[in-house]
């Protein structure tokens, strides 16, 4: 099993950043990717970003590219999200989540393992 916690959301105000942490814990050796999705009130939940450890190649969904970063410190076993320039449709609740195949990374069906969320919202 790998347990995942998130932590770094809050209240911001548009055009601001913040950075959300990823830590992952027990298993890690048996995931090869991580992605954060995020849901808002009344939508489905959607990919944001991931990452494929072995190469660091990364994916945005075309929302935040440009905007949020994805980025892996290996040694602490966290996957960091830094989000910048911040709008009100990008407040929701943020989750990361791991993967042990490389494959459908924008589907979170597809995930093996998921956090418990952070809050973020953005305040126009």
């Known amino acids: 099993q790998v347990q995942l916690v998130e932590s770094g959301g809050g209240l911001v105000q548009a055009g601001g950043s913040l950075r959300l942490s990823c830590a992952a814990s027990?298993?890690?050796?048996?995931?090869?990717?991580m992605g954060w999705f995020r849901q808002a009130p009344g939508k489905e939940r959607e990919f944001v970003s991931a990452i494929i450890f072995t190469g660091g190649s990364t994916y945005y969904a075309d929302s935040v590219k440009g905007r949020f970063t994805i980025s892996r410190d290996n040694a602490k076993n966290t996957v960091y999200l830094q989000m910048h320039s911040l709008k009100p449709e990008d407040t929701a609740v943020y989750y990361c989540?791991?993967?042990?195949?490389?494959?459908?990374?924008?589907?979170?069906?597809?995930?093996?393992?998921w956090g418990q969320g952070t809050q973020v919202t953005v305040s126009s």
């Open positions: 989540a791991a993967k042990r195949v490389i494959n459908l990374l924008r589907i979170g069906g597809d995930y093996d393992y």
């Open positions: 027990g298993r890690t050796f048996s995931t090869n990717a």
